[in-house]
């Protein structure tokens, strides 16, 4: 099986013309590995079939091109390969999809259109919430919804920084991601449960001397019963699969904060997450609170188009600065990074 040229395929591929709002997508995925000899071909979508290149690396079982097919063809699509011994491999396919409708990431989010009191049914007082996860965006998600409705948030990346935030600051609830580097989500949520038993010795640590056993819920994107019955054997008290909607959080709170919402949040809270103030101008004076150094770094990692690196410096910014984050964060998270490139650009010369 030989792949088509991208012209070819344009042609042959089955576009419904009824429907004005459908395109066609064409993906291409190259390397420069062992490539597949010409009498592999045939069999090369098989089950459970490798070819000599893949038998040599060791890796996989035979499946993964095969589950791969059956996407692309799930999706009205085809994918073929082309491919010279010594040289590398490219797969093709194409796909059917329809535009999507203009909307914004809050929109996207789905959160309530206002605010209201959150209040705790057995009286008031600020409640610690320690969010475990490695995945930054994640992160800054749940911080800036947790963070406006008034909770203290602490951040681990991993569940061996979980442990020590957890002995130093006695959160009331983690949120855990399961699947973390360093220690897992399994095992570090085990640490804490053997910790907390300690509690009940005669001579319990000082750390741990008034605390009340930490509710931990489980964030993982598993939809599967035995990974959910897993979790619950770890230690921890429920279960949020990804990607978590808001009233799913909001009802984690509920339940093992004893709190009250109202049944609508504050319409403040999609313009605070993600929009600065009112007649905030960015412009090249904006990015001067941080050191030309870092304007340099902003200006690389944008114009590698990585939303993940420029998010990380975005959060080295002070947050007294909150204007210059929400909007610095607004060009990344709508991928604008010819705009941050030209603004990075043009700051970092003036500052070398």
Same mark, same amino acid.
């Given at each position: 099986?030989?792949?088509?040229?991208?012209?070819?395929?344009?042609?042959?591929?089955?576009?419904?013309?009824?429907?004005?709002?459908?395109?066609?997508?064409?993906?291409?995925?190259?390397?420069?590995?062992?490539? !597949?000899?010409?009498?592999?071909?045939? =069999?090369?979508?098989?089950?459970?079939?490798?070819?000599?290149?893949?038998? %040599?690396?060791?890796?996989?079982?035979?499946?993964?091109? %095969?589950?791969?097919?059956?996407?692309?063809?799930?999706?009205?699509?085809?994918?073929?390969?082309?491919?010279?011994?010594?040289?590398?491999?490219?797969?093709?396919?194409?796909? %059917?999809?329809?535009?999507?409708?203009?909307?914004?990431?809050?929109?996207?989010?789905?959160?309530?259109?206002?605010?209201?009191?959150?209040?705790?049914?057995?009286?008031?007082?600020? #409640?610690?919430?320690?969010?475990?996860?490695?995945?930054? +965006?994640?992160?800054? +998600?749940?911080?800036?919804?947790?963070?406006?409705?008034?909770?203290? !948030?602490?951040?681990?990346?991993?569940?061996?920084?979980?442990?020590?935030?957890?002995?130093?600051?006695? @959160?009331?609830?983690?949120?855990?991601?399961?699947?973390?580097? !360093?220690?897992?989500?399994?095992?570090?949520? %085990?640490?804490?449960?053997?910790?907390?038993?300690?509690?009940?010795?005669?001579?319990?640590?000082?750390?741990?001397?008034?605390?009340? @056993?930490?509710?931990?819920?489980?964030?993982?994107?598993?939809?599967?019963?035995?990974?959910?019955?897993?979790?619950?054997?770890?230690?921890?008290?429920?279960?949020?699969?990804?990607?978590?909607?808001?009233? =799913?959080?909001?009802?984690?709170? &509920?339940?093992?904060?004893?709190?009250?919402?109202?049944?609508?949040?504050?319409?403040?809270?999609?313009?605070?997450?993600?929009?600065?103030?009112?007649?905030?101008?960015?412009?090249?004076?904006?990015?001067?609170?941080?050191?030309?150094?870092?304007?340099?770094?902003? #200006?690389?990692?944008?114009?590698?188009? &990585?939303?993940?690196?420029? +998010?990380?410096?975005?959060?080295?910014?002070?947050?007294?600065?909150? &204007?210059? !984050?929400?909007?610095?964060?607004?060009?990344?998270?709508?991928?604008?990074?010819?705009?941050?490139?030209?603004?990075?650009?043009?700051?970092?010369?003036?500052?070398?």
């Amino acid at each position: 099986m030989t792949a088509q040229p991208i012209a070819d395929q344009l042609n042959a591929a089955p576009l419904d013309c009824s429907d004005p709002s459908s395109q066609l997508l064409f993906f291409e995925v190259e390397d420069t590995g062992f490539g !597949i000899a010409a009498d592999e071909m045939g =069999e090369l979508f098989e089950p459970f079939k490798q070819t000599r290149s893949g038998q %040599q690396s060791q890796e996989g079982t035979g499946l993964g091109l %095969q589950i791969s097919r059956r996407f692309v063809q799930l999706m009205s699509g085809e994918i073929t390969v082309r491919s010279e011994l010594s040289q590398g491999s490219c797969f093709c396919f194409y796909i %059917q999809v329809k535009l999507a409708e203009p909307g914004s990431m809050t929109t996207a989010l789905n959160f309530p259109s206002t605010l209201g009191h959150v209040t705790n049914k057995l009286g008031q007082g600020n #409640h610690r919430i320690l969010i475990v996860e490695d995945n930054l +965006l994640n992160r800054l +998600l749940l911080n800036k919804l947790l963070s406006s409705l008034g909770f203290e !948030i602490q951040e681990a990346e991993n569940g061996q920084d979980a442990i020590a935030i957890w002995q130093q600051w006695q @959160p009331h609830l983690i949120f855990m991601d399961m699947y973390m580097p !360093i220690l897992d989500g399994y095992k570090a949520t %085990q640490k804490i449960r053997d910790l907390e038993k300690k509690h009940n010795s005669p001579q319990p640590p000082a750390a741990l001397a008034s605390a009340c @056993p930490t509710k931990i819920i489980a964030l993982t994107a598993s939809v599967f019963a035995e990974q959910r019955q897993e979790s619950f054997s770890a230690g921890c008290d429920d279960f949020v699969t990804k990607p978590f909607r808001l009233e =799913e959080v909001l009802e984690m709170l &509920s339940k093992h904060l004893d709190l009250q919402f109202p049944d609508v949040l504050p319409e403040a809270i999609a313009p605070h997450l993600k929009h600065p103030e009112p007649g905030y101008v960015l412009d090249a004076i904006a990015l001067t609170v941080m050191p030309p150094e870092w304007i340099a770094q902003l #200006h690389f990692t944008a114009s590698q188009g &990585s939303d993940v690196e420029s +998010l990380k410096l975005i959060a080295q910014i002070p947050q007294e600065h909150r &204007s210059l !984050i929400q909007a610095l964060e607004n060009l990344v998270e709508k991928y604008q990074f010819d705009q941050l490139v030209t603004l990075t650009h043009s700051t970092h010369l003036e500052n070398p």
